[in-house]
Structures are given as structure tokens and as C-alpha cells.
Nanobody, 122 residues
Framework: DVQLVESGGGSVQAGGSLRLSCAIS????????VGWFRQAPGKEREGVTR????????YYADSVKGRFTIPQDNAKNTVYLQMNNLLPEDTAMYYC????????????????WGQGTQVTVS
């Protein structure tokens, strides 16, 4: 099995920065990609970004392109979400997720999910 544990959420001012962490354990070598998703109250869960574990290819949603990055530290089995120039519209519960196969940034491709961490931008 695969386990994902998130940390780093909190409240920040607009224009500020925040870094979320996703610690990965379990069948780590079976993971093809790790993604970040977010969900605001009353809205659908949406993809933010994802990284292919081997090779490091990245993809970003248009809404965060140029503001967010997804670094990874394979030695620590950790994927990060670096969030810069935060906007109130970024307020949501943020989830990391793992896919064993397809990496297109849609919920149905990701079988394993973290517990979520709240980000609030005022």
C-alpha cells in the first residue's frame, strides 16, 4: 500500500508564500507520479500540479502557472508544493495524491490520497 502524509498548511496574507510537504511511504517504487489537488467549499476538486517521480517532468494548471512549483526530494521521499504570490482564490483544502500509472491531472487517475491540509489566504 501507499501512504501520504501532508503538512505545512496555514493562514497567510495575499502575496505571501507557503510550502506544503507530502511525505510518502509504502510501495514507493510503484508510484509513477505525485500530484497536488485542492478543493474549496462548494467547488469541485481540481488539479494544481503533478510531477513524474522518475525524470521529474512537471505539469501546472493554468491558474497557478508561474506562481507554484513542485520540487521533490527523493532522498527524503518527499514532494513539496511551493506556493508564491498567493491569492485569496487559492484558499482551499490541499491534498497530495499518488498514481501508479496515468499522470494526467484528473482525480480519477490518482488512487492514493493524503488527509489534506488547509490553506487560507486573506
Amino acid at each position: 500500500d501507499v501512504q501520504l502524509v501532508e503538512s505545512g498548511g496555514g493562514s497567510v496574507q495575499a502575496g505571501g508564500s507557503l510550502r506544503l510537504s507530502c511525505a510518502i511511504s509504502g510501495y514507493m517504487n510503484s508510484i509513477n507520479c505525485v500530484g497536488w489537488f485542492r478543493q474549496a467549499p462548494g467547488k469541485e476538486r481540481e488539479g494544481v500540479t503533478r510531477i513524474v517521480r522518475r525524470g521529474g517532468s512537471t505539469y501546472y494548471a493554468d491558474s497557478v502557472k508561474g506562481r507554484f512549483t513542485i520540487p521533490q526530494d527523493n532522498a527524503k521521499n518527499t514532494v513539496y508544493l511551493q506556493m508564491n504570490n498567493l491569492l485569496p482564490e487559492d484558499t482551499a483544502m490541499y491534498y497530495c495524491a499518488a498514481s501508479l500509472y496515468y499522470c494526467s491531472l484528473v482525480v480519477s487517475n490518482f488512487a492514493y490520497w493524503g488527509q489534506g491540509t488547509q490553506v487560507t489566504v486573506s
